[in-house]
T-cell receptor, first 114, second 116 residues
Framework: DQQVKQNSPSLSVQEGRISILNCDYT??????FLWYKKYPAEGPTFLIS???IKDKNEDGRFTVFLNKSAKHLSLHIVPSQPGDSAVYFC?????????????WGLGTSLAVNP | IAGITQAPTSQILAAGRRMTLRCTQD?????MYWYRQDLGLGLRLIHY???????GKGEVPDGYSVSRANTDDFPLTLASAVPSQTSVYFC???????????????FGSGTRLTVV
């Protein structure tokens, strides 16, 4: 059973608009969440993360929001650019120590149209 | 090299053959991981290593083995390849020491393996 769920396999957005990618999780013991971006024929690259002690983390055009009571997080990209077109993976970790195996969602493919 | 290097980039392998996928990092990260990515199944952890000399099983370890003789290298071996091992394989590393600092994983570019 998927502990980290990205229910939208794909999303299409116009350039300049906001992209909102969603992620739900089932394990209340997860204490750290990350978003990765993946282009075709490349490995995923780390984008932004958030600790469970926060409800928002911002880095330039990217903001991650965490709602612990709903076990939901979202990634906002504002404004969206064609270069943001990629697959976005949500990942979560139940550990704060050295054993940091991440649990991954299946990804959402974002297309930003010019 | 900077980051993680995986070799080969792609390979077509006959079923039953032995194959080692290579992974080298130059960041002195303590932890390393092997994932496979299959359509509709996301990234699944095969094996991991928290530090040189130790390894552990992920969620899909059967048919694979790893070793971690030193900090930099983490090879993945398929002892006798089967068609279900056709996949894209990603090696990753992280510096998990010192709390949440440097938490993100660094991934290699992947190895596309086709077992026929």
């Amino acid at each position: 059973d998927q502990q980290v769920k990205q229910n939208s396999p794909s999303l299409s957005v116009q350039e300049g608009r906001i992209s909102i990618l969603n992620c739900d999780y089932t394990n209340s013991m997860f204490d750290y969440f990350l978003w990765y971006k993946k282009y075709p024929a490349e490995g995923p690259t780390f984008l932004i993360s958030i600790s469970s002690i926060k409800d928002k983390n911002e880095d330039g055009r990217f903001t991650v929001f965490l709602n612990k009571s709903a076990k939901h997080l979202s990634l906002h990209i504002v404004p969206s650019q064609p270069g943001d077109s990629a697959v976005y993976f949500c990942a979560a970790s139940p550990d704060a120590g050295n054993n940091r195996k991440l649990i991954w969602g299946l990804g959402t493919s974002l297309a930003v149209n010019p | 090299i900077a980051g993680i290097t995986q070799a080969p980039t792609s390979q077509i392998l006959a079923a039953g053959r032995r194959m080692t996928l290579r992974c080298t990092q130059d960041m002195r990260h303590n932890a390393m991981y092997w994932y496979r990515q299959d359509l509709g199944l996301g990234l699944r952890l095969i094996h991991y290593s928290n530090t040189a000399g130790t390894t552990g099983k992920g969620e899909v370890p059967d048919g694979y083995s790893v070793s971690r003789a030193n900090t930099d290298d983490f090879p993945l071996t398929l002892a006798s390849a089967v068609p279900s091992q056709t996949s894209v394989y990603f090696c990753a590393s992280s510096d998990s020491r010192g709390g949440f600092r440097d938490y993100g994983y660094t991934f290699g570019s992947g190895t596309r393996l086709t077992v026929v």
